[in-house]
């Protein structure tokens, strides 16, 4: 779960509501319906969090319901995890690692790591579902590693235009 917050961007809810029809691990992507305000979307996923998401699966126990994470103990064992209970897990092991970390921030890591790694900001817009790039922009804070690698690039356009 936490791994497709932070490599796919997905919000919390849409991680609650994943179906098991909308993960397409040959094509390594995710297809995520009704998101907020009701938009469709595909999202990427990478190396790693396909192989968290193929090992996750081959483990899930059986139901029949088509969502995605399941509680795997308790009263409601087999029945889809709520939003509320991946909040949960995620204060629960952010307490036991001295971490202060939510499920939404994991979400605006990826949009960071994208930006810091010159994906454009396009890109991580069209990725997170956002309809507004001044949304997208706050989600992103750029590091001091890329204000100085983009300055120095520009530096060089300017600099060969001058000579």
């Not at 969502?67 to 629960?92: A, C, D, H, T």
């Not at 300055?151 to 356009?157: D, G, L």
Request: glycine share 4%; hydrophobic share 40%.
């Amino acid at each position: 779960m936490f791994m497709l917050m932070l490599r796919c961007g997905l919000r919390v809810s849409e991680v609650a509501n994943l179906n098991l029809d909308a993960i397409d691990l040959l094509r390594k992507r995710l297809t995520i319906h009704d998101a907020k305000w009701a938009k469709d979307r595909i999202v990427y996923v990478s190396d790693d969090a396909l192989r968290a998401i193929s090992d996750y699966l081959r483990a899930r126990p059986l139901s029949e319901t088509q969502k995605v994470f399941l509680n795997q103990k308790g009263p409601y064992r087999g029945q889809p995890l709520s939003i509320r209970g991946i909040k949960k897990r995620m204060e629960y092991y952010a307490k036991k690692t001295g971490l202060r970390v939510s499920c939404h921030q994991l979400r605006h890591t990826m949009a960071t790591q994208m930006l810091n790694a010159d994906a454009q900001l396009a890109t991580i817009q069209d990725l997170l579902g956002h309809s507004w790039i001044t949304t997208t922009q706050r989600y992103c804070r750029v590091s001091n590693r890329k204000v100085e690698r983009d300055y120095y690039k520009a530096m060089e356009v300017v600099m060969k235009r001058t000579t």
